[in-house]
């Protein structure tokens, strides 16, 4: 059984792996800001857990009409659009910055790709 030598990665065409210069200063991670984070996933999982507790009462349950109910999903539709939209608009504003061009054509590069 003969087992086929690959040629060289430059003959077939594909760029050689770039070695890693282990000179280069390596990123340290710290816990400074452990305990905001700990406190803000503790604080979402609350409020869950009382948006799930609002059942059990029944002056609550009364209120959620089919109008409150359309309210409140239509704004955290909104909400969820908005939060993605300017997320998606500020990475796209940054890689255009990052390519080379002026802070101006980059945004309106990004609100034409955005809006496209």
Do not use: W
Request: hydrophobic letters at 50%; aromatic letters at 8%.
């Amino acid at each position: 059984c003969k087992v086929a030598a690959h040629p060289h990665p430059a003959s077939r065409g594909v760029a050689p792996r770039r070695e890693i210069d282990m000179a280069e200063p390596a990123q340290t991670i710290t816990l400074d800001n452990a305990g905001t984070g700990f406190a803000l996933v503790i604080s979402a999982g609350l409020c869950s857990a009382l948006g799930a507790a609002a059942v059990f009462e029944r002056r609550l349950v009364n209120l959620a009409s089919k109008r409150v109910l359309a309210a409140g999903l239509g704004f955290a539709a909104g909400v969820m659009l908005y939060v993605s939209f300017t997320d998606i608009f500020s990475k796209t504003l940054d890689a255009f910055i990052a390519d080379g061009r002026s802070e101006r054509d980059a945004y309106f590069s990004t609100t034409i790709c955005l809006f496209a």
